[in-house]
């Protein structure tokens, strides 16, 4: 019933939000209003031993109002209200990621100790041992906060002469020639939270609050120098962002401490493995994740960018250069707890190991970073004894004692008496990184070169390319040198001698050192294209051209030996030094524009990735209502980004927007 109310009060906002809309003659001179209600459905397709499942229910309603008293000042606001209706009627198990079996963790004779997942709740569902379970919740039912509703609210002020403009407010603005994958379109941190990175491309970015100018050199009668060098028309824009914003996303399967869930595109936790492929996994270890973000508003952590545009070679070109703050997080292990009585890693039941006196290596009732690596990965460690206690029961011999039984801990494999344990890792999601940039982009006509079938029509190239400086990266390595040497009471020094180094999978390398855990490597991104529209040879009925682009990308990130992650919290399949894309898109406009088919194909050749999108657009019913089937299938290697990560999350989805 809440949820219903919820809903119903988004409803009841939505048209008191559009309803000045309905009436578009305002009979006020320079005030137009337009808006948009649409509503979807899904159904989910070929799930892992699901079959079918109703989808996401995305539905928007959407106001913009833009007054222009004269040619000089102009004022937008543009307002959203958008959610997901699917936690009414459906739920769906997560066929990736998952928590490590801690209750069924009795030996099985022959098969090891540790052979399913935890029974734990989520979202007020039991999840069954042997299931990854996520179910969906009200984590995108309204997307109500301010900064979500508010995709626009500025004014702007133009010089009578064209000699520059000046914007400030809370909008969103757009770089680079490249669509699908973006290099140079970095001003704004996305939302990757309802369709990830396969939405359009201004339904994607988050809005800021920036100011914004545009100098026109020529009639500010200042563009010889650039004439001189062959720079046509050169105009220069210039962006201040005092609001930092990351990009918004939602991890499934949740850390002890959260239970939030966002869905069939929300992000699952991460694989949960040992240094072995076929290891018992982290039974026991956790982690709990927290943001470090920069200050929202700041001067200090303030974004700066600037592009210089100008005609060059028959084309139009781009200099840019950004510096700002990263949109995404590298995972920095801070410390960890030992849970004393509980081993599902919950403090509300057990208790936070005490304080050791004399222990230095011990912060209040927490281990700091480096005793934490070295209890994990160390020789006689965490991970020694998981491991020795699968090997024990496929009949190896008998296990080592666990690191825990000095904290009073109980080792039933050795018949150690003691109340069961646990290790919660905290980790922060770490933003607080400068993203230095620079790039160029250039588009041309080929036309005084090449013209190509029945009706002569010329291609038209883009050619973008950006050099991003210290990329912080997580890297899946370990390496010795953290040690454990309690000095009260516990367990005998445990020196990390090398006995787990080299690489590791999985939510085993959060428990790594931050100082061996995070490096910084440049990342060079090139990008060209080919548009061209095609007019089917035989058809002669054919009354518009299908628009079509090809885009081939080359990724290449410096020092990638280093076992340097796709993203953090996650470890993904490891970046190679170069990694390559092509997209092509085609959109066909058929029966008088009535029928239009949009497609959109992506291949991630090192990920061994597939997606292709298709919408067919019903445009049959008058100027206001848009009708549209939307199919999206992806194929990929699972955590393999950013394809294979959803690679269960194909869908069929019908739509109706009302627009205005």
């Avoid at 303030?302 to 995404?328: C, P, V």
């Avoid at 904290?407 to 993203?435: H, K, M, T």
């Avoid at 061996?516 to 490597?521: D, F, S, T, Y």
Wanted: charged fraction near 20%; aromatic fraction near 12%; glycine fraction near 10%.
């Amino acid at each position: 019933m809440k949820k219903i109310t919820k809903i119903s009060l988004a409803a009841i906002l939505g048209v008191s939000m559009v309803a000045p809309a309905m009436a578009i003659d305002t009979g006020i001179k320079g005030l137009t209003q337009s808006g948009r209600i649409k509503l979807g459905a899904s159904v989910l397709y070929d799930l892992p031993d699901q079959g079918n499942k109703a989808g996401p229910a995305n539905w928007i309603i959407e106001s913009k109002t833009t007054y222009r008293p004269n040619r000089q000042w102009s004022f937008i606001g543009n307002f959203w209200l958008r959610g997901d209706m699917s936690s009414q009627f459906t739920s769906y198990d997560s066929p990736n990621g998952g928590l490590p079996d801690q209750v069924n963790g009795a030996i099985v004779p022959g098969t090891g100790a540790f052979t399913q997942n935890a029974n734990f709740n989520l979202n007020s569902s039991n999840c069954s041992g042997n299931a990854y379970c996520a179910e969906m919740d009200d984590e995108l039912e309204v997307l109500k906060d301010w900064e979500d509703i508010i995709r626009e609210l500025s004014v702007k002020y133009k010089d009578k002469k064209g000699r520059y403009s000046v914007k400030f407010g809370r909008f969103q603005r757009g770089w680079g020639q490249s669509d699908g994958l973006r290099l140079m379109d970095v001003l704004h941190a996305q939302d990757l939270r309802q369709r990830f990175a396969f939405t359009d491309s201004d339904e994607l970015r988050l809005p800021a609050l920036m100011v914004s100018a545009d100098f026109n050199f020529r009639k500010l009668g200042i563009d010889g120098p650039f004439k001189a060098i062959g720079m046509k028309n050169p105009s220069l824009e210039i962006n201040f962002v005092p609001e930092v914003q990351t990009s918004n996303f939602i991890i499934n399967n949740p850390t002890p401490g959260d239970q939030t869930s966002g869905g069939i595109f929300g992000l699952d936790w991460a694989d949960v493995n040992d240094t072995t492929e076929n290891g018992p996994g982290l039974a026991g270890l956790g982690f709990n994740l927290y943001d470090n973000k920069p200050n929202r508003l700041s001067l200090t952590d303030a974004e700066w960018s600037m592009r210089l545009k100008f005609g060059t070679l028959g084309g139009s070109a781009t200099i840019n250069a950004f510096y700002g703050q990263q949109d995404l997080p590298v995972s920095k292990l801070i410390g960890s707890s030992l849970i004393v009585g509980d081993g599902f890693n919950d403090p509300s039941v057990g208790t936070q190991i005490p304080s050791i006196p004399g222990n230095s290596n011990s912060v209040g009732a927490s281990f700091n970073a480096a005793t934490t690596e070295a209890v994990v990965f160390g020789a006689g460690g965490y991970l020694n004894w998981l491991q020795s206690v699968d090997a024990f029961a496929k009949g190896g011999p008998a296990p080592i004692v666990s690191p825990l039984a000095g904290f009073g801990c109980g080792d039933p494999f050795n018949g150690i008496p003691g109340p069961a344990c646990s290790i919660n890792g905290e980790v922060e999601l770490d933003y607080d990184y400068r993203q230095l940039m620079v790039g160029f982009t250039f588009a041309r006509d080929l036309s005084d070169f090449i013209r190509i079938g029945r009706k002569s029509s010329a291609p038209t190239v883009r050619l973008e390319m950006s050099h991003e400086f210290d990329h912080p990266f997580n890297r899946s390595r370990v390496y010795p040198g953290a040690t454990f040497d309690p000095d009260g009471p516990g367990p005998a020094p445990i020196v990390f001698d090398g006995s787990f180094a080299g690489e590791v999978t999985g939510s085993g390398v959060l428990a790594v050192e931050a100082s061996r855990n995070i490096v910084k490597e440049d990342i060079t991104s090139t990008m060209i294209g080919f548009d061209f529209p095609l007019w089917v040879p035989g058809w002669e009925s054919q009354a518009k051209s299908i628009f079509t682009s090809l885009q081939l990308f080359d990724i290449y990130t410096h020092n990638s030996d280093q076992g340097l992650l796709q993203q953090s919290p996650y470890a993904f399949t490891e970046i190679q030094d170069h990694q390559n894309f092509v997209t092509f898109a085609w959109n066909a406009p058929l029966d008088n524009q009535r029928l239009v088919l949009d497609g959109l194909y992506i291949r991630d050749f090192q990920g061994s990735g597939d997606y292709y999108r298709q919408r067919i657009d019903f445009n049959y019913f008058g100027d206001s209502w848009r009708p549209r089937v939307e199919i999206a299938h992806f194929s990929g290697n699972k955590e393999s980004a950013p394809i294979g990560t959803f690679n269960n999350s194909d869908y069929v989805e019908v739509s109706l927007t009302y627009q205005f």
